[in-house]
């Protein structure tokens, strides 16, 4: 039974499992330091088993939100604007309920930067908030910058290269290019959903999934760009000792494979829970997997490429060979694989949960982003923190050997791995009694008490 008087935190996460992750970590993080969690779900994507994932939690689903069709229908980016559009009045009417239930208890609403009516309903009940932002800190700035861009001009002046590769002031290394959305649709609809998402901002303070080891740059850039608090907390499953709650089950076969394997000898690939690929890209991958001779684990997630079921939709050749040489998986328990001794690679689209889990087992990746928030944390990993080899452009199988040979049996990746340890133990010394991100969290639980 809770204590009278114990502070109420309701969260709002993004329906996907990218957003979802770090939403639930946090909670964990803030009912650890005495918080009662309530989260509120749409009908789609809802957190799987959240009792046993997640005791002492509340879970309240909003009735009239939009199905899991509608997510398959849509596409992710405009199911999140549908949501904006219609989800406001159904929330209001949520929280007056928990509020009537719960005897005005709510400290604070904490909710996804995309799910940005969440603050104007926010607003409107005089209830604080605060927002995560589940992305880099870099990211965060490379997109207020763009914001601000003349986008006709800056269009023009990308058809120059030399443009094109210049560094954006005060973002090294991120460059021009860098800033563009590629792969997620058209300009002018995402350039209004971000001007819907910073408009719309009322909130007292931004969470971020990082720490000022990575982005130290960054973190001081948005501190005097936003002109309220932030909190780098991360990274948050180190913070919360909790990995999130998975929408779908892992396959621990892999782990089983991985025991049986040479320490440090492993490819582990991994395109996360939304990236499709090309079937030519996937075969030259494959081929230059089985090329290198290292032992690789590949998730092969169902839809993972255009037009084609799984691995058995491969050409009967390489689908064979790569069942030989490789393991192949649906879905594997990335945390628990990173930290394998026998894993000595990470082929990540670098989103950045996988970014953040691979830093902190301290494995190196191969990196082959397909957005432009994942473009930006390759550039990090490749250039500023020195753990990732980056491949642009066409992929091909010769590219995809060399790579996985610097990066498992070559000198170069012995030296990333040993840079990767480095951040390893700054990022743990950062949510130990002390670091940054641990006195960041103290900072966050001293303003939420107070609104």
């Known amino acids: 039974?809770?204590?009278?008087?114990?502070?109420?935190?309701?969260?709002?996460?993004?329906?996907?499992?990218?957003?979802?992750?770090?939403?639930?970590?946090?909670?964990?993080?803030?009912?650890?330091?005495?918080?009662?969690?309530?989260?509120?779900?749409?009908?789609?994507?809802r957190v799987s088993s959240p009792s046993q994932h997640f005791p002492g939690f509340q879970f309240v689903t909003i009735p009239e939100s939009l199905p899991e069709s509608e997510f398959e229908r849509l596409g992710a980016f405009d199911f999140i604007l549908e949501t904006n559009k219609t989800s406001e009045a159904s929330f209001k009417n949520c929280l007056r309920q928990l509020l009537r239930q719960q005897g005005n208890d709510i400290a604070c609403i904490i909710y996804d930067e995309f799910m940005y009516f969440c603050g104007t309903v926010a607003t409107e009940l005089k209830l604080p908030n605060v927002i995560l932002c589940t992305q880099?800190?870099?990211?965060?700035?490379?997109?207020?910058?763009?914001?601000?861009?003349n986008l006709e001009k800056f269009l023009v002046d990308m058809e120059d290269p030399e443009l094109q590769d210049k560094v954006v002031e005060s973002l090294y290394p991120i460059r021009n290019k860098d800033l563009l959305p590629y792969g997620l649709g058209p300009f002018e609809p995402l350039l209004e959903f971000r001007r819907e998402a910073i408009n719309k901002r009322t909130a007292s303070a931004v969470i971020f999934n990082t720490s000022r080891c990575l982005e130290s740059s960054s973190m001081s850039w948005l501190q005097q760009e936003l002109g309220i608090p932030v909190y780098p907390l991360g990274p948050l499953h180190i913070t919360a000792s909790a990995p999130g709650s998975s929408l779908a089950e892992d396959d621990m076969s892999c782990i089983e494979w991985l025991n049986?394997?040479?320490?440090?000898?492993?490819?582990?690939?991994?395109?996360?829970?939304?990236?499709?690929?090309?079937?030519?890209?996937?075969?030259?991958?494959?081929?230059?997997?089985?090329?290198?001779?290292?032992?690789?684990?590949?998730?092969?997630?169902?839809?993972?490429?255009?037009?084609?079921?799984?691995?058995?939709?491969?050409?009967?050749?390489?689908?064979?060979m790569v069942s030989e040489r490789g393991y192949i998986v649906k879905r594997a328990p990335q945390i628990e694989v990173l930290g394998?001794?026998?894993?000595?690679?990470?082929?990540?689209?670098?989103?950045?949960?996988?970014?953040?889990?691979?830093?902190?087992?301290?494995?190196?990746?191969?990196?082959?982003?397909?957005?432009?928030?994942?473009?930006?944390?390759?550039?990090?990993?490749?250039?500023?923190?020195?753990?990732?080899?980056?491949?642009?452009?066409?992929?091909?199988?010769?590219?995809?050997?060399?790579?996985?040979?610097?990066?498992?049996?070559?000198?170069?990746?012995?030296?990333?791995?040993?840079?990767?340890?480095?951040?390893?133990?700054?990022?743990?010394?950062?949510?130990?009694?002390?670091?940054?991100?641990?006195?960041?969290?103290?900072?966050?639980?001293?303003?939420?008490?107070?609104?």
């Open 1 to 45: 039974m809770e204590k009278k008087g114990k502070k109420r935190i309701v969260l709002v996460p993004v329906p996907a499992q990218g957003h979802i992750t770090p939403m639930m970590q946090l909670g964990k993080a803030l009912y650890l330091k005495g918080f009662s969690i309530t989260v509120v779900e749409g009908q789609c994507n």
């Open 136 to 149: 880099s800190a870099t990211n965060q700035a490379a997109r207020c910058i763009f914001s601000k861009l």
């Open 260 to 320: 049986k394997k040479k320490p440090r000898s492993v490819i582990y690939v991994s395109v996360g829970t939304v990236t499709q690929m090309e079937s030519k890209e996937v075969l030259e991958i494959a081929w230059g997997l089985c090329n290198s001779n290292q032992p690789f684990l590949w998730v092969f997630r169902p839809g993972s490429i255009l037009g084609f079921d799984g691995i058995d939709s491969l050409p009967e050749e390489v689908s064979k």
């Open 340 to 451: 394998h001794p026998a894993v000595g690679g990470f082929w990540s689209h670098c989103g950045w949960n996988s970014t953040l889990e691979s830093i902190v087992e301290g494995v190196p990746m191969i990196c082959r982003p397909f957005t432009s928030e994942q473009k930006i944390n390759a550039t990090y990993l490749e250039s500023v923190w020195r753990i990732g080899i980056q491949l642009e452009g066409e992929v091909l199988r010769g590219a995809v050997e060399r790579a996985v040979n610097r990066l498992i049996v070559d000198d170069e990746g012995a030296e990333m791995r040993e840079r990767a340890l480095g951040l390893r133990e700054k990022l743990k010394a950062s949510v130990r009694c002390g670091g940054s991100s641990y006195s960041e969290l103290e900072e966050l639980v001293k303003h939420l008490k107070i609104e």
